[in-house]
């Protein structure tokens, strides 16, 4: 195996055409070089150097890798600095992938913030709702997943996601616990409740539903399920405004993430606390070796702290 250290000695032996000039310009001594040099030929396994007399030129061998040494040290050097830069948060790539209504509310402040702190360090943002977003992190096609997961009334997980072991092979940062809220037109029996007031699932057991999500409308039967009844399903749609339309409109009642509630203006519409509460818990996932990775730590501590404004 050739050594960089090795290349580096060859290079200054042909400039300078002598062990004692290389290690004066190597800062090192005449024996040192000699060694070196020594080491390079058992590596290459053909001699690289004609030694006569106080002379030495480059063998054939010497002079083709002499030639090649260039590029491999510049190479060596460029990725050296990259690295570096990597590192020290001066430059690097996150790929970040997020369920919409946390795209809408953590990751623009977390984004800022990491931009001001670290300008040189780029962040590519895709919208996938999980299960999709983990599979995308396992597979490796992105960096940082944002992801969510039920409770159900009683407070333990929703059965689709409660397994033990779910995400025993991925590092999950806790984020926030995001409650449901029900959502009902404003001039609707239920809306003179009032923000100190809660409404039971069950209140809205004849009501048009408009669902969400895939997985937020398996939730939602789910709650509503355990309360006694199925809801009726008029509408359904993964745009949370889209939602809030067709509620304001007077189509229906949906339950929906306060998260997401954060991010629309509920025209026409009116959120009331929902009982028994039904939460979901929001993190950010990554794989154990790219949590060491600067920039994806740093992505990480900036979501934590856009989800701490939040709470």
């Known amino acids: 195996m050739i050594e960089a250290r090795h290349l580096r000695v060859l290079r200054a032996v042909a400039a300078t055409g002598s062990f004692s000039a290389a290690g004066r310009e190597l ?87 990491l931009r001001a702190a670290h300008p040189g360090t780029r962040v590519s943002l895709e919208e996938a709702e999980p299960p999709k ?33 779910e995400w025993d092979d991925l590092v999950v940062r806790p984020l926030l616990t995001d409650r449901l809220v029900a959502l009902v037109p404003e001039r609707h029996r239920l809306a003179r409740t009032g923000p100190s007031g809660s409404v039971a699932i069950g209140d809205l057991a004849g009501e048009p539903w408009i669902a969400g999500c895939p997985r937020c409308r398996g939730q939602l039967v789910q709650v509503c399920e355990s309360a006694g ?37 509920p025209r026409g519409a009116r959120a009331v606390t929902l009982e028994p509460a039904v939460r979901r818990e929001i993190v950010a996932l990554t794989l154990p070796d790219l949590a060491q990775v600067p920039a994806v730590s740093a992505t990480l501590e900036q979501l934590g702290q856009a989800a701490a404004r939040l709470g």
């Open 133 to 165: 977003s983990v599979e995308l992190l396992r597979e490796g096609d992105c960096d940082i997943a944002l992801a969510f997961r039920y409770e159900r009334a009683t407070g333990t997980r929703d059965a689709e996601q409660a397994g033990e072991g």
């Open 229 to 265: 009844f199925t809801p009726r399903i008029d509408f359904a749609t993964d745009d949370y405004p889209a939602v809030v339309g067709l509620v304001g409109a007077g189509l229906g009642v949906a339950v929906l993430p306060q998260l997401a509630i954060e991010s629309v203006r």
């Open 27 to 113: 800062g090192c001594t005449q024996p040192a070089v000699s060694q070196q040099m020594k080491a390079l030929e058992a590596s290459v396994g053909t001699p690289l150097l004609i030694r006569s007399g106080r002379e030495m030129r480059l063998t054939q061998a010497g002079e083709a890798l002499v030639r090649h040494a260039a590029g491999i040290l510049s190479g060596l050097t460029a990725a050296e600095e990259e690295v570096a830069a990597i590192a020290g948060l001066r430059a690097g790539r996150v790929r970040l992938v997020s369920f919409p209504s946390g795209s809408s509310t953590l990751v623009p402040t977390a984004l800022a913030a």
